[in-house]
Nanobody, 119 residues
Framework: QVQLVESGGGLAQAGGSLSLSCAAS????????MGWYRQTPGKERDFVSS????????AYADSVKGRFANSRDNAKNTVYLQMNSLKPEDTAVYYC????????????WGQGTQVTVSS
């Protein structure tokens, strides 16, 4: 089993920045990719970004490309999402997720952390 715990988030003004962290524990050796998703009330959870543990290869949703940066610290089993130039539409609950090497879906999820951007 893998446990994921997010931290960070909170309230920011439009144009501001926030940073999220996600610490993984447990059987972290089975995780190949870490992702960030976000969800607003009544909507599906949307992909934001992902990063591979080994090579640090990143991917971003078009809506955040150029504004968000995903990074990882393998020694700490932690991934980070730096969010810059925030917009009110970035307001959501952000979830950290982990996917094992042989899986096509994210199997492990954090509890979520609220990000609110005021205009």
């Amino acid at each position: 089993q893998v446990q994921l715990v997010e931290s960070g988030g909170g309230l920011a003004q439009a144009g501001g920045s926030l940073s999220l962290s996600c610490a993984a524990s447990g059987d972290t050796h089975c995780i190949s990719t870490m992702g960030w998703y976000r969800q607003t009330p009544g909507k599906e959870r949307d992909f934001v970004s992902s990063i591979t543990w080994s090579g640090g290869t990143t991917a971003y949703a078009d809506s955040v490309k150029g504004r968000f940066a995903n990074s990882r610290d393998n020694a700490k089993n932690t991934v980070y999402l730096q969010m810059n130039s925030l917009k009110p539409e970035d307001t959501a609950v952000y979830y950290c997720a982990g996917r094992s090497t042989l899986s096509r879906q994210y199997e492990y999820w954090g509890q979520g952390t609220q990000v609110t951007v005021s205009s």
